[in-house]
């Protein structure tokens, strides 16, 4: 059964840090591109981070390139996204992502973990 867990979440004031992980099980973690969203009220999900198989491609939104960055370690089945300088527009419930398409494909999404920017 394919599993992803999200931690890391809390209050933060603007321009402080936050390191989001997520744990995978379920899946041969280091065969898959992994990704992070985040849905704030009223909004549609937005991809926040994705990353390759083996971490060396990497692609942010146009709202966190500079500021946030994606990372996985293969060897415990781990992403992580590091939140820098953070905004108020920033809070949201962040989501991991997994996807396989065609022979055993499946669609997996984390329950979240709550991001929020107080001034």
């Known amino acids: 059964q394919v599993q992803l867990v999200e931690s890391g979440g809390g209050l933060v004031q603007p321009g402080g840090s936050l390191r989001l992980s997520c744990s995978a099980s379920g899946f041969i973690f280091s065969s898959l591109p992994m990704s992070w969203y985040r849905q704030a009220p009223g909004k549609e999900r937005e991809l926040v981070a994705i990353?390759?198989?083996?971490?060396?491609?990497?692609n942010y939104g146009d709202s966190v390139k500079g500021r946030f960055t994606i990372s996985r370690d293969n060897a415990i089945d781990t992403v992580y996204l590091q939140m820098n300088s953070l905004k108020p527009e920033d809070s949201a419930v962040y989501y991991c992502h997994a996807e396989r398409r065609g022979w055993g494909q499946f669609n997996a999404w984390g329950p979240g973990t709550q991001v929020t920017v107080f001034s």
């Open positions: 990353i390759s198989e083996l971490g060396d491609n990497t």
